[in-house]
Antibody, heavy 121, light 109 residues
Framework: EVQLVESGGGLVQPGGSLRLSCAAS????????MIWVRQAPGKGLEWVSG????????YNADSVKGRFTISRDNSKNTLYLQMDSLRAEDTAVYYC??????????????WGQGTLVIVSS | QTVVTQEPSLTVSPGGTVTLTCDSS?????????PSWFQQKPGQAPRTLIY???NKYSWTPARFSGSLLGGKAALTLSGAQPEDEAEYYC?????????FGGGTKLTVL
């Protein structure tokens, strides 16, 4: 059974940083691309970042480009999202998702339960 | 900026059939855009129902089906159940990007 457990969310001041982690189990982590998707309170889903199975290719949405960095440690079966220069509009639940394949922009198949990030002074 | 449009809300009677659509601001949706569909209930994480236009996962109820219809991606629910009341999102692929639709709130009433 695929399990994805996010951690690292919390309250941070505008301009601050936070690192999210996603611990994966139940599948061969190194064979699949991984994705971060977020959902602002009462709003829809937004594709934030994606990373290929090897970590060699990454994608960031324009809204986070230059501020967020996605990475992975295949030896630890863990996905990360480093979030810098945080803004109020980054407040959201952040979901980790396993992609359907190793391809960078493959869609999500399995989802974690999410971690809440609140950016506020 | 690419916009993916869904019906804001739809209502279906129990046992009835309803089709949700997903439209692209760039033109007709194609299978090459790998349409996916997701279900989200209040307070829960999304769940993937359909990928690559019409493919299902082992957990996808048989009453859900995906297709292309009139230049849009479509999700058809045949034989709606009370537990199908949820928000539904589509996802389309563009060169170098993936874009979610705004979601359809489906009421079973």
């Amino acid at each position: 059974e695929v399990q994805l457990v996010e951690s690292g969310g919390g309250l941070v001041q505008p301009g601050g940083s936070l690192r999210l982690s996603c611990a994966a189990s139940g599948f061969t982590f190194s064979s699949y691309a991984m994705i971060w998707v977020r959902q602002a309170p009462g709003k829809g889903l937004e594709w934030v970042s994606g990373i290929s199975n090897s970590g060699g290719s990454t994608y960031n949405a324009d809204s986070v480009k230059g501020r967020f960095t996605i990475s992975r440690d295949n030896s630890k079966n863990t996905l990360y999202l480093q979030m810098d220069s945080l803004r109020a509009e980054d407040t959201a639940v952040y979901y980790c998702a396993k992609a359907q394949s190793k391809t960078l922009l493959a869609g999500p198949s399995d989802w974690g339960q999410g971690t809440l990030v609140i950016v506020s002074s | 900026q690419t916009v993916v449009t869904q019906e804001p809300s739809l209502t279906v009677s129990p046992g009835g059939t309803v089709t949700l659509t997903c439209d692209s601001s760039t033109g007709a949706v194609t299978s090459g855009q790998s349409p996916s569909w997701f279900q989200q209930k209040p307070g829960q994480a999304p769940r993937t129902l359909i990928y690559d236009t019409r493919n299902k996962y082992s957990w996808t109820p048989a009453r859900f089906s995906g297709s292309l219809l009139g230049g849009k991606a479509a999700l058809t629910l045949s034989g709606a159940q009370p537990e199908d009341e949820a928000e539904y999102y589509c996802l389309l692929s563009y060169s170098g990007a993936r874009v979610f639709g705004g979601g359809t709130k489906l009421t079973v009433l």
